[in-house]
């Protein structure tokens, strides 16, 4: 493209940018003017939220459900843990296998 054609096509750019600012700021002075009533996709829209608390309540069922299962998992993990701990101390178990797994993966 040469340089003329490039500042012609640069202007006309810059010109349909500021026409189209132009038309929306007018389209927003009408608008503003002009009372808004909720349209029919408002309506149903509303009319859809007031029948939410249902599904809200069969959703806080399945978490409290969730919720009871997590607190299930943490609980035998802290066990397990406290399991071995307490065989650690008497048996050092850890240590055996922690040197197990250090021969077999040749780290050292």
Do not use: C, W, Y
């Amino acid at each position: 493209m040469s340089k003329k054609n490039k500042a012609k096509f640069v202007r006309q750019i810059k010109n349909q940018v500021l026409n189209q600012i132009a038309q929306t700021s007018n389209k927003a002075e009408t608008v503003g003017n002009t009372k808004l009533e909720p349209s029919e996709s408002i309506k149903k829209n509303l009319a859809a939220n007031i029948a939410k608390p249902v599904v809200e309540i069969q959703n806080l069922k399945q978490i409290k459900a969730d919720l009871a299962k997590t607190g299930i998992v943490v609980a035998v993990l802290a066990v397990a843990i406290l399991v071995l701990a307490i065989l650690d101390q008497k048996h050092h178990v850890l240590l055996t296998f922690g040197n197990f797994l250090f021969k077999l993966l040749h780290i050292q």
